[in-house]
Each structure stands twice: as structure tokens, then as C-alpha cells.
């Protein structure tokens, strides 16, 4: 069994520069050319393709949000003109806004990295549970499986029972899909009296479209014995990154280019700072240059023992609207829950203030039995704070029992900019 989809995911730090740049130019070059759109935005910000020959050059390029890509294409049908109008464009997808999306070339590994390193192959019969209708999902998943030589069945949006039924009578080895529809399915063979575990062949699943939590990732893998995996992409670039057997930080495709980006600012972040994820699609069609998800996360640049030397994406801690910025540096809800995940008998609430010119971030804790150890137990929430969150607390003080509601959130910003 080959351990790499291909050479791409082992390029050393200068060859990947090296591919990454060169790709970028190229995709540069053609767009200024063929896509008027691409044309405007250069001469609107005085750039030439020149301009833009590194990942470095992007951040000179203004970030395209959905919301802006929706009103491009509205204002020129189809495409916004952001494509190649010359070229040949084999389908189009759609998603809600609308965004018509045209299918990238065979020559894309679209999700084919994701599946090998989940490993599926050759052999695998895999039931595909992501719709096929009108938009991207199911047939660019499909596309996927069929690259790393699986044998997919076409389910799509088709009920539990007739999927338990499929997966019963095609001897599936496999799924991919949303993990809730998973759960679903499973619910609805036990009621149909199968034991999933051992009645059925099902033992590996690739899970996209939905944040997996870790319970159920847990059930999936202790109770089915099912081998679960995570993808991530957005339906207007395709692929972005994807977890390989180690199950940590998510591996990034080498189709696209990632940048973290405060939303605000537009500046690039440092790896391991939280901000929004901005990917361009290397492809001679579509030239949608840096497209803001409106996801929150970090770069992890660190080696990954699979061998694979891309960066990495931390998960997803949200979308944008939801995090709050605290001395420049973004705290999302998502990261206060795991820091309340480490500290089971404690209840607290980040409050985010202002002080003359600084924003101030306290924390008020509250312990069920304050006792000698809660000084001890107040720093180590320091320290987890400090590594999930990578802001610094200012003050952190203890309040009476039962000062913090139940659902209290765990975060407030009190700051007004008035
Ligand atoms: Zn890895």
C-alpha cells in the first residue's frame, strides 16, 4: 500500500516554495489574460501580473467573500467573470446564494488526497451519501473515490432503510457523508434488528460537510469499529485540507493555497494565530483568487510524523462572526470550550474590557469547593488558556458559587466603541 497519494505531499520546504509559486504565476498570467474580471481588480489596485509572483505577493490582492463572490455573479452571469470563457467547462454546480460553480478540470485531484490518506483503496466498495443534486458535493466526492480506485455506490440523498439495505447487499466497506447521516443509518439497521458491528463490512468512513465531535467520533470507532476521518473543504474551491492516520492538525491540499487572515484587517497571520481561512484554487478556469470561507482557524507548521510536509489547518474553531478580538488577537467560543474541557468542576466567563487604549481580558472562576488547591488550579487554567486561546489573561478572580449562570457565555464583550 502506498503511503502517499504522490510526490507532491513529501516536497521538501524549497521545492514546495519552489511548485507553489511557480503554479501561482502561471494561474496570475492566464487569469490577467482571459478572465475580465481578474483584469479589473489588477487595474483597480494598480497591479500588473507581475506583481503577483509568490505567496507572499497575495496579500496585495483584496479577499473575495462569498458574499461578494453572489453579488459578482449576479451583476454578470454566470461566472462573474472570473472564468475562462473560452474554456471547456465539462459542469456546472450550484449552492444557495446562487454561486455557480464551474467543475474544475480531471486534471485536479479534487478530495483524492483525503481519501488516501484515510485509506481507502483499490477493492473498497464505499456507499457516497452526499447528494449529487445540483450541487458540488456528491460528484466531486465521487470523483475522489474513484481516483484512489474504490468502487462507489451512488446513495446520495436516499433514506436510512434503503441504505442499510445497500450497504447489507453491496458488502460496502465504506462511507462517506455527513457523520450524523452515519449515525442515522446505524440507528436504523439496529432497528431493523442488525448488529451494524458484525453483520455488516462497514470499517472505514470519511466525513465531510460537518465538524465531527470527538464523542461520536468516539462511538463510531469503540462501538461500530468503524475507522473515522475528517475533510475539509468549501464549495467554491473544492478540497482544502484533510486528516491523515495521525488524526491531528489537518494536512493542506497542494491544489490550493492557504492564507490566515484577519477578517478585519486583511493582514496575514503568524502560524498558530486564529483568523480567517483565505484559499486560492490553483486552476486554469475558475480564477477566484483569495476567497474568504468565513471559517476561523490557525496554521499548524510543524512536521506531521505521517511524513507529509504541507502545512496544516488546527480545525475549525468557527466562523468569523463569532469570534472576538482581543489585543488584536482572535478568541473564539470554540476555543473557550476546550479549555472548559480540561477543567471539568470549573465554571468561568472571559470578560473583554477596556482600559484606556488596551483591551483588558479577565476571568472569572468559579470552583465548587474553594479550598487550598484553587491558586494551583488557577494557574494551570492560566496555562491552558494561554496555549488554546494564545492570548495572555490579565486578571483572573475568583467569584462565589453560583455567580456564573448554567448557560452563561463563555465569553462577554463589554467594550464599547462609542
Ligand atoms: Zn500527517
Request: glycine share 8%.
Amino acid at each position: 500500500m502506498t503511503t502517499y497519494f504522490d510526490h507532491r505531499e513529501t516536497m521538501t520546504h524549497e521545492q514546495r516554495k519552489e511548485y507553489y509559486d511557480r503554479s501561482l504565476s502561471q494561474m496570475v498570467e492566464l487569469g490577467y489574460e482571459r478572465s475580465k474580471r481578474v483584469k479589473k481588480i489588477f487595474d483597480q489596485h494598480g497591479l500588473a501580473p507581475a506583481d503577483i509572483q509568490t505567496i507572499d505577493d497575495l496579500e496585495r490582492l483584496p479577499v473575495i467573500s462569498r458574499e461578494e463572490l453572489v453579488e459578482m455573479e449576479a451583476a454578470d452571469p454566470p461566472f462573474g467573470g472570473l472564468a475562462d470563457e473560452q474554456a471547456e467547462i465539462e459542469r456546472i454546480f450550484t449552492s444557495p446564494g446562487p454561486v455557480y460553480e464551474p467543475h474544475l478540470s480531471f486534471d485536479d485531484p479534487l478530495w483524492a488526497r483525503a481519501y488516501h490518506a484515510a485509506g481507502f483503496r483499490r477493492g473498497d466498495v464505499v456507499l457516497n451519501a452526499f447528494t449529487y443534486h445540483m450541487v458540488a458535493a456528491g460528484l466531486t466526492f465521487h470523483g475522489g473515490l474513484c481516483r484512489v480506485g474504490a468502487t462507489v455506490i451512488p446513495s446520495g440523498s436516499a433514506g436510512t432503510q434503503q441504505q442499510v439495505q445497500l450497504i447489507r447487499d453491496l458488502k460496502a466497506t465504506g462511507y462517506t457523508g455527513t457523520p450524523s447521516f452515519l449515525l442515522a443509518i446505524i440507528k436504523k439497521a439496529q432497528e431493523l434488528g442488525y448488529d451494524f458491528r458484525n453483520d455488516f463490512q462497514l470499517k472505514r468512513a470519511s466525513f465531510g460537510a460537518e465538524p465531527l465531535a470527538p464523542s461520536l467520533r468516539r462511538l463510531f470507532e469503540e462501538e461500530y469499529g468503524i475507522d473515522t476521518y475528517q475533510m475539509y473543504g468549501a464549495t467554491e474551491v473544492g478540497d482544502i485540507a484533510y486528516e491523515c492516520r495521525e488524526k491531528g492538525p489537518w494536512h493542506i491540499c497542494e491544489e490550493v493555497i492557504v492564507e490566515i487572515v484577519d477578517p478585519e484587517t486583511g493582514r496575514r497571520l503568524a502560524p498558530g494565530e486564529l483568523g480567517e481561512i483565505v484559499v486560492t484554487r490553483l486552476n486554469h478556469i475558475f480564477f477566484l483568487f483569495r476567497f474568504g470561507t468565513g471559517d476561523l482557524s490557525s496554521i499548524v507548521d510543524e512536521p506531521c510524523p505521517c511524513g507529509r510536509t504541507s502545512q496544516m489547518l488546527s480545525g475549525i474553531a468557527g466562523r468569523v462572526g463569532d469570534a472576538v478580538k482581543v489585543r488584536g488577537m482572535f478568541v473564539a467560543p470554540s476555543q473557550l470550550k476546550r479549555v472548559a474541557e480540561h477543567f471539568a468542576d470549573v465554571r468561568f466567563q472571559a470578560v473583554i474590557s477596556r482600559s484606556g487604549h488596551r483591551d483588558t481580558l479577565t476571568v472569572k472562576f468559579e470552583t465548587p469547593s474553594p479550598g487550598g488547591e484553587v491558586q494551583a488550579l488557577m494557574e494551570r487554567f492560566e496555562m491552558v488558556f494561554r496555549e488554546i486561546c494564545t492570548v495572555k489573561i490579565d486578571a483572573i478572580t475568583c467569584v462565589a458559587p453560583g455567580t456564573i449562570g448554567e448557560n452563561a457565555p463563555l465569553i462577554v464583550d463589554e467594550r464599547s466603541w462609542k
